[in-house]
């Protein structure tokens, strides 16, 4: 059963970039049809996607956060990952990896990592 | 963006009951309208995608209709792990988003 499981840094100071990697297993990560997205949610609050990326290195972001998002992918590792720059504490949320159908007819985000909780302070 | 807006946001049920859960969305997304479930703590699971169709694994008492902007989630008779927080959430725009989520709690 496909496995996801994110990690990095769980405290980030202002300013500071956030870093993350998600690591997939008992799958391949460079399966057709499926992209590799990320999305937060802060504390209390609902969720918010952020991106995601195929195996390629296709991207697609949300305009929100565009500017300061870098997604990548590493296929012989089987990861990708999440650089997010300039952070603030807005930033300050759980982040999730998941895996991203995505075909003409089809696209949702199924499974998810358990989430990783990222605080942004001095 | 595409807004997705739930109602109720909260509701508190007795075990067994029949629970409606509806999702609108600010412009037409065809059918491309799924749903999550989140227990505390938890990362959320896709219950439902394309609107209607169940997704492997989940309880066939779990039930999603609509299409266009207005989408409901049914649970035909709520059961103790129901409990949770629901998101709809549409994949026909960029950006992806998400339903402010409904929270399901015991009456």
């Known amino acids: 059963q496909l496995q996801l499981q994110e990690s990095g840094p769980g405290l980030v100071k202002p300013s500071e970039t956030l870093s993350l990697t998600c690591t997939v297993s008992a799958g391949s990560i460079s399966s057709s049809s499926y992209y590799w997205g990320w999305i937060r949610q802060p504390p209390g609050k609902g969720l918010e996607w952020i991106g995601s990326i195929y195996y390629s290195g296709s991207t697609y972001y949300n305009p929100s956060l565009k500017s300061r998002v870098t997604l990548s992918v590493d296929t012989s590792k089987n990861q990708f990952s999440l650089k997010l720059s300039f952070v603030t504490a807005a930033d300050t949320a759980v982040y999730y990896c998941?895996?991203?159908?995505?075909?003409?007819?089809?696209?949702?985000?199924?499974?998810w990592g358990q989430g990783t909780l990222v605080t942004v302070s001095s | 963006d595409t807004q997705m807006t739930q109602s109720p946001s909260s509701l508190s049920a007795s075990v067994g009951d029949r629970v409606t859960i509806t999702c609108r969305a600010s412009q037409s997304i065809s059918s491309y309208l799924n749903w999550y479930q989140q227990k505390p703590g938890k990362a959320p699971q896709l219950l439902i995608y394309a609107a209607s169709s169940l997704q492997s694994g989940v309880s066939s008492r779990f039930s999603g209709s609509g299409s266009g902007t207005d989408f409901t989630l049914t649970i035909s008779s709520l059961q103790p792990e129901d409990f949770a927080t629901y998101y709809c959430q549409q994949s026909y725009s960029t950006p992806r988003t998400f339903g402010q989520g409904t929270k399901v709690e015991i009456k």
């Open positions: 998941a895996r991203h159908l995505r075909t003409v007819k089809l696209e949702h985000f199924d499974p």
